[in-house]
């Protein structure tokens, strides 16, 4: 944790005690805000350096792109088409870039599967369904934890 991350949860601590003299029912306030921020703090920290490679046709469905939409470097990335039996790999993809990795002819249906490191050195794999004609993976309104069944 930063410094000035440190520095403000121990000085919220101190206001937190100092209202407590003043009032109970203020200082519980202020520990239950306090506690919102240390929350906040921490999923900050955790969430700081993780890339997100998500792939997807173009509009032409003659090029595979792939894209780091996360906050840090995607480092080792294998991308395998499926059942294409296309396979290429990058030595490393920034934030927010892109890579467009050109096809010999258009593809209707496949399976992408993509694997990469993060700056920590974990490996994370994921698997992308490409469609030219219907809707892909990065369906907008897909909910996030589904509690039923999507279609």
Not at 15 to 22: E, G, K, T, W
Not at 52 to 74: W, Y
Not at 95 to 124: C, H, Q
């Amino acid at each position: 944790m930063e410094k000035k991350h440190k520095i403000l949860l121990a000085a919220g601590a101190v206001l937190c005690v100092l209202l407590f003299f003043i009032d109970i029912y203020l200082g519980a306030t202020a520990v239950i805000i306090l506690a919102a921020l240390a929350m906040c703090v921490f999923i900050m920290e955790d969430s700081r350096v993780l890339p997100e490679v998500t792939i997807r046709l173009d509009d032409e469905a003659k090029k595979v792109v792939v894209e780091n939409t996360g906050n840090a470097m995607a480092n080792k990335v294998h991308v395998a088409l499926v059942p294409l039996d296309i396979e290429f790999d990058l030595p490393g993809l920034e934030a927010d870039a892109k890579y467009e990795y050109p096809l010999s002819r258009m593809i209707t249906e496949a399976k992408a599967i993509v694997s990469f490191d993060n700056a920590k050195g974990g490996r994370t794999s994921r698997t992308f369904t490409l469609s030219a004609m219907g809707k892909g993976d990065d369906d907008l309104l897909k909910p996030m934890f589904p509690m039923f069944k999507w279609k």
